[in-house]
């Protein structure tokens, strides 16, 4: 199994972006995603997550109403679009794939994460 986390980089606050997870190897329809991030000093954050039976989602407070988590099982990707970026979003996020959404941080699958940068 492999995750692969694309659309990382550096933006000013108040932008938009979107972070694509690529999962190979794995029945993705029937795996919850999650998007974490780690910023220095901090601990890792769960900040999205989407179920696979019904394609539930759920937020941390700190970026419920900006980001918005899908997935297509077509394509095997989970996305996380990013909105009114503020500095401190700034961090490496990753995507785990779990069997059991409410224990997606217990996850042996993770991506490589990716680095966002928001400056002010």
């Known amino acids: 199994v492999r995750l692969v986390e694309i659309g990382g980089g550096t933006v000013q606050a108040r932008d938009s972006l979107r972070l694509s997870c690529v999962a190979y190897?794995?029945?993705?329809?029937?795996?919850?995603m999650g998007w974490f991030l780690h910023a220095p000093g901090k601990e890792r954050e769960l900040v999205a997550a989407?179920?696979?039976?019904?394609?539930?989602?759920s937020y941390s407070d700190s970026v419920k109403g900006r980001f918005t988590i899908s997935r297509d099982n077509d394509k095997n990707t989970a996305d996380l679009e990013m909105t009114n970026l503020k500095p401190e979003d700034t961090a490496v996020y990753y995507c785990?794939?779990?069997?059991?959404?409410?224990?997606?941080?217990?996850?042996?699958?993770w991506g490589q994460g990716t680095q966002v940068t928001v400056s002010s």
């Open positions: 785990a794939a779990h069997k059991a959404v409410d224990t997606i941080a217990q996850s042996r699958f």
């Open positions: 190897e794995l029945t993705f329809k029937y795996y919850a």
């Open positions: 989407i179920d696979w039976a019904d394609a539930s989602t």
